[in-house]
């Protein structure tokens, strides 16, 4: 079969690799769709966050579809649509282990969940990306119509977090420089979108909510001049969200604003335990997220892909595609 295969740093290649066998307690799934995230090129710079060893199959956003149980399995059987969670105890799904870029892979039935009918597949391998914006605004608490939320960022975790917020009822205001990124902003759900980059943007903000800043403060970017900015633009007894990942890098930030503005703020980890929240969620609502996929190829180019992903000034979330429901 063909799988996506990082061999060394830097080296990826579509390799030629047998069909994996599997154990009495596990899954063979053939893949439909899989996303490419930023998480994937540091696997194959050599800089991932837990020890891996080369050579490794990425994929860790992706929906697929039963095509052998083992004999201990019970509740899943060939045919059913899935998907699956990605952090297993101390083993990440598309990293420690293989993943999901290949024909087939390997995973066990405790990391499984069914796709709704209401999903496609492509809508489906989207899941994990926004399962973390999901778990943030639970985590911002009771986000509703009575909220101004505002998002800095607009990748695909912070275009999540505008689309959930939205369909939550809040009005969105999104904070991101690029044109075309905030023109997906709009189209999921964002009121506003401000450049935080420039010198007014805090006026802005306060402009728009009548001079009393927002009710909830969601950082996707990682940026921290973006984090510094969250206590900026919050208002009194703001929840403020920080989702964005950055280690090491510091910025000057006004901290008494936590004390003087009440501030509640929280920063989350991946999205434990809401997987299956998220699904019932997408199926409810209809809430579609396939507009923040920009490029899609099928597993024969998938170096393409790889490579069309690291375009962050072209695209914001590629797609690699095996017979998959778009």
Same mark, same amino acid.
């Given at each position: 079969? *063909?799988?996506? #295969?990082? $061999?060394?740093?830097?080296?990826?290649?579509?390799?030629?690799?047998?069909?994996? *066998?599997?154990?009495?307690?596990? !899954?063979?799934?053939?893949?439909?769709?899989? %996303?490419?995230?930023?998480?994937?090129?540091?696997?194959?710079?050599?800089?991932?966050?837990?020890?891996? $060893?080369?050579?490794? @199959?990425?994929?860790?956003?992706?929906?697929?579809?039963?095509?052998?149980?083992?004999?201990?399995?019970?509740?899943?059987?060939?045919?059913?649509?899935?998907?699956?969670?990605? !952090?297993?105890?101390?083993?990440?799904?598309?990293?420690?282990?293989?993943?999901?870029? &290949?024909?087939?892979?390997?995973?066990?039935?405790?990391?499984?969940? =069914?796709?709704?009918?209401?999903?496609?597949?492509?809508?489906?391998?989207? +899941?994990?990306?926004?399962?973390?914006?999901?778990?943030?605004?639970?985590?911002?608490?009771?986000?509703?119509?009575?909220?101004?939320?505002?998002?800095?960022?607009?990748?695909?975790?912070?275009?999540?977090? !505008?689309?959930?917020?939205?369909?939550?009822?809040?009005? !969105?205001?999104?904070?991101?420089?690029?044109?075309? =990124?905030?023109?997906?902003?709009?189209?999921?759900?964002?009121?506003?979108?401000?450049?935080?980059?420039?010198?007014?943007?805090?006026? #802005?903000?306060?402009?728009?909510?009548?001079?009393?800043?927002? %009710?909830?403060?969601?950082? &996707?970017?990682?940026?921290?001049?973006?984090?510094?900015?969250?206590?900026? +633009?919050?208002?009194?007894?703001?929840?403020?969200?920080?989702?964005?990942?950055?280690?090491?890098?510091?910025?000057?930030?006004?901290? %008494?604003?936590? #004390?003087? *503005? $009440?501030?509640?703020?929280?920063?989350? @980890? %991946?999205?434990?335990?809401?997987? #299956?929240?998220?699904?019932?969620?997408?199926?409810?609502?209809?809430?579609?997220?396939?507009?923040?996929?920009?490029?899609?190829?099928?597993?024969?180019?998938?170096?393409?892909?790889?490579?069309?992903?690291?375009?962050?000034?072209?695209?914001? *979330?590629?797609?690699?595609?095996?017979?998959?429901?778009?």
């Amino acid at each position: 079969m *063909k799988a996506v #295969q990082f $061999q060394g740093v830097g080296e990826l290649t579509l390799a030629d690799v047998d069909v994996p *066998k599997i154990g009495d307690d596990e !899954v063979l799934v053939a893949l439909r769709s899989v %996303g490419i995230c930023h998480s994937d090129f540091e696997l194959l710079e050599g800089r991932y966050i837990i020890p891996f $060893q080369y050579p490794i @199959i990425p994929g860790h956003e992706w929906a697929g579809e039963v095509a052998e149980v083992g004999r201990g399995v019970t509740g899943f059987e060939p045919g059913d649509r899935v998907l699956g969670e990605c !952090v297993i105890g101390a083993e990440h799904f598309g990293f420690s282990i293989s993943g999901a870029a &290949a024909e087939y892979f390997v995973a066990r039935p405790e990391w499984l969940h =069914r796709v709704p009918d209401e999903l496609t597949d492509s809508q489906a391998a989207l +899941v994990e990306p926004f399962s973390c914006a999901y778990f943030a605004a639970m985590r911002a608490g009771n986000v509703n119509a009575a909220d101004t939320a505002v998002v800095f960022g607009a990748g695909p975790i912070g275009l999540s977090c !505008v689309a959930v917020a939205a369909t939550l009822g809040a009005r !969105v205001i999104a904070a991101e420089p690029d044109p075309a =990124r905030g023109e997906l902003a709009r189209r999921l759900g964002a009121e506003e979108v401000l450049d935080p980059t420039s010198d007014g943007f805090v006026d #802005q903000v306060m402009e728009l909510t009548g001079g009393q800043g927002a %009710g909830v403060v969601m950082e &996707a970017s990682g940026h921290t001049s973006a984090m510094a900015a969250t206590l900026e +633009v919050a208002g009194f007894n703001a929840r403020v969200v920080n989702i964005g990942i950055d280690v090491g890098r510091s910025a000057t930030a006004r901290l %008494g604003l936590i #004390q003087s *503005k $009440q501030l509640q703020i929280r920063g989350t @980890i %991946g999205s434990p335990g809401v997987w #299956q929240d998220t699904l019932r969620f997408l199926a409810r609502s209809g809430l579609d997220l396939t507009p923040m996929i920009t490029a899609r190829f099928p597993l024969a180019r998938a170096p393409e892909a790889y490579a069309s992903a690291r375009r962050t000034d072209r695209n914001v *979330k590629v797609h690699i595609e095996n017979g998959a429901r778009a």
